[in-house]
């Protein structure tokens, strides 16, 4: 069992591969069968963790040259940060076999998971192939 917790737009597929294959020389190709969701307020408004700086930070800050990141978290105020406790929280069952793909938004908004499965078995043929 892999649990996973995911807050934001990154993500995780699981791939197996298929039950049966055409030719049994070849393996079945994969299929995903989990995935998370991303977490958005709004569009291109991720979920996410960070670290809002407090009143007493602002001096020190202005001070370093961010008195624009004293104004926006001025105008911000009152606005609750996103928690860890604000995660999806996932179980998948998993088998042998199994492969697990970890990627931030930059791989899931250009990927659909269909040429996603199409890379993996791509590679893991070249792989075995090598063998």
């Known amino acids: 069992e892999l649990g996973v917790a995911c807050l934001g737009d990154s993500g995780l597929r699981l791939l197996r591969r ?5 030719e049994e020389s070849r ?5 995903v069968v989990g995935r998370t969701k991303e977490q958005q307020h709004a569009f291109d408004q991720p979920f996410q963790l960070s670290r809002i700086p407090l009143p007493q930070d602002f001096a020190r800050l202005r001070a370093a040259g961010k008195g624009a990141l004293v104004q926006a978290v001025k105008r911000s105020a009152g606005r609750a940060p996103d928690a860890p406790g604000d995660a999806d929280i996932y179980s998948f069952q998993v088998e042998p076999g199994d492969l697990v ?6 791989l899931f908004d250009n990927l659909h998971d269909s040429e996603l499965c199409r890379i993996v078995e791509a590679v893991t043929a070249e792989a075995s192939e090598r063998q």
């Open 18 to 22: 298929r039950s049966a294959s055409d």
């Open 27 to 31: 393996p079945a190709p994969f299929q």
């Open 101 to 106: 793909i970890v990627g931030s938004d930059g």
